[in-house]
């Protein structure tokens, strides 16, 4: 759903919109808009996801693949910060930042290369879901503070608050999870 629908339907909506900017502030104000779509997008993978993962397993492949559900929920947190990385990588070509998104995607991959090459031999598919976390993790905050420096992005006081009670609830969700498990 996301990569198939949402992310493709960021990409269509926002070039053309981030190539009509003309000010930073428009920029900042753009950006803080879907960002918050993103996150509400992503609120029901999160919120349904993570507690019903087994039946969704069982519904879309089949029983033998329970096993995987335990990596699901870690992933879907990992998917909520590629949406976010995501919709600050898209502000970058329309704003003539090609060489330095270039730069940084290829970092980007090279760093999925390498978590996947480290944890994947060693930990089996947690280095998986670890691949799927670490990167977006990470390269969202690298389009964060290079968006704040370079294109005087801030978050809107209403999205940080978004952005961490999803945060908050997944996190809880998966405890709640864990400690149901045991």
């Keep these: 759903?996301?990569?198939g629908f949402i992310l493709p339907s960021f990409s269509t909506y926002l070039y053309p919109r981030f190539c009509?900017?003309?000010?930073?502030k428009e920029l900042s104000a753009l950006l803080n808009d879907a960002i918050r779509l993103g996150t509400f997008s992503i609120f029901p993978l999160l919120l349904i996801g993570i507690p019903y993962k087994d039946f969704f397993i069982e519904l879309f492949y089949s029983n033998k693949f329970?096993?995987?559900s335990k990596y699901l929920p870690l992933h879907?947190?990992?998917v909520a910060f590629y949406v976010w990385y995501y919709v600050f990588s898209q502000s970058m070509t329309p704003?003539?930042?090609?060489k330095q998104h270039g730069i940084f995607l290829v970092l980007y991959f090279t760093l999925d290369m390498l978590v996947t090459y480290i944890f994947v031999n060693d930990i089996g598919l947690y280095g998986w879901m670890l691949k799927h976390m670490i990167s977006p993790f990470v390269f969202f905050w690298v389009y964060y503070f290079y968006s704040r420096k370079y294109l005087k992005f801030s978050f809107h006081k209403n999205n940080i608050v978004l952005i961490f009670y999803l945060?908050?609830?997944?996190?809880?969700l998966i405890v709640i999870d864990f400690f149901m498990k045991t």
């Design 1 to 3: 759903m996301v990569t």
């Design 20 to 24: 009509e900017l003309k000010s930073d």
């Design 66 to 68: 329970l096993a995987a």
């Design 76 to 78: 879907f947190i990992g």
């Design 95 to 98: 704003r003539g930042k090609i």
């Design 167 to 172: 945060l908050f609830s997944a996190t809880i």
